[in-house]
C-alpha cells in the first residue's frame, strides 16, 4: 500500500536551516509529482511547493521562494525540502502528498506530517 | 492571495443533509474546475473526498458531492452520520502569482 513518511521536524532557531525528507513507498515513485503542504498549529492548510515526477517543474509559494528548496532523488523513492532562513511563521507541521496526475489540484495520499517550530 | 472563504462552523443531525460553501475570485474557484474538498480529524492527516469539483475517489463514499456555480464550490454530505464529524477545507488551482494551489479556511462540521 502506498505510504508517505517524513522526517526531519524538530525546535529550530530563528535564521537556521532544516532538511525534511519524505519517503516514499508502495508505488512508482518516478511516475508522481509531490507537494509539501503545511498547517500551522490550530490554522488551516497551506500549500508550500511541488516537484513534478522527474524534476522538470518546480513552483513555490510566493512565501518560501528563495528561502525553500524542494528536490528529489527517485533512486532513493524521496521528496526533499530544504528549508533556510526560518521565520517564526514558517512554524508548521508539513505533509508531503502525492499528485496522482492526470489532473490538478488534487493529492490522494498524504504523511503523517513532520512538525517544525521555529522558536529561539 | 487569499485563502478561499469558507464558514467556521457548519452542524446538523445524524441523517440530515448539510452543506458547505467555499467562495473564491475568478481567478481561481469561477475559473477553474480544479476545485477538491479534504476531510481532516485532528492530529491526523487530510483525506481526498472530491475532486474536479463533482468527482469522488474510489472509497469515498456517495454520501459526499460537490458542486458549482460562479466563484462557489460546495460540498455536500448526505445523511450525516457521527464519523463526519471534522474538518473540512477545499481547495482550487489558482492564476494568482503568489501560489499555485489555494486553500478554504477550513469548517468545522458539528454532528449534533
Known amino acids: 500500500q502506498v505510504q508517505l513518511v517524513e522526517s526531519g521536524g524538530g525546535v529550530i532557531e530563528p535564521g537556521r536551516s532544516l532538511r525534511l525528507s519524505c519517503a516514499a513507498s508502495?508505488?512508482?515513485?518516478?511516475?508522481?509529482?509531490m507537494h509539501w503542504v503545511r498547517q500551522a498549529p490550530g490554522k488551516g492548510l497551506e500549500w508550500v511547493a511541488v516537484i513534478w515526477y522527474d524534476g522538470s517543474n518546480i513552483e513555490y509559494r510566493d512565501s518560501v521562494k528563495g528561502r525553500f528548496t524542494i528536490s528529489r532523488d527517485n533512486s532513493k523513492n524521496t521528496v526533499y525540502l530544504q528549508m533556510n532562513s526560518l521565520r517564526a511563521e514558517d512554524t508548521a507541521t508539513y505533509f508531503c502528498a502525492r499528485d496522482p496526475g492526470g489532473t490538478w489540484n488534487l493529492w490522494d495520499y498524504w504523511g503523517q506530517g513532520t512538525l517544525v517550530t521555529v522558536s529561539s | 492571495q487569499s485563502a478561499l472563504t469558507q464558514p467556521a462552523s457548519v452542524s446538523g443531525s445524524p441523517g440530515q443533509s448539510i452543506t458547505i460553501s467555499c467562495t473564491g475570485t475568478?481567478?481561481?474557484?469561477?475559473?477553474?474546475?480544479?476545485v477538491s474538498w479534504y476531510q481532516q480529524y485532528p492530529g491526523k492527516a487530510p483525506k481526498l473526498m472530491i475532486y474536479d469539483v463533482t468527482k469522488r475517489p474510489s472509497g469515498v463514499s456517495d454520501r459526499f458531492s460537490g458542486s458549482k456555480s460562479g466563484n462557489t464550490a460546495s460540498l455536500t454530505i448526505s445523511g450525516l452520520q457521527t464519523e463526519d464529524e471534522a474538518d473540512y477545507y477545499c481547495s482550487s488551482y489558482t492564476d494568482a502569482t503568489t501560489t499555485r494551489y489555494v486553500f478554504g479556511t477550513g469548517t468545522k462540521v458539528t454532528v449534533l
Open positions: 508502495g508505488f512508482t515513485f518516478s511516475r508522481h509529482g
Open positions: 475568478s481567478s481561481d474557484v469561477g475559473y477553474y474546475k480544479f
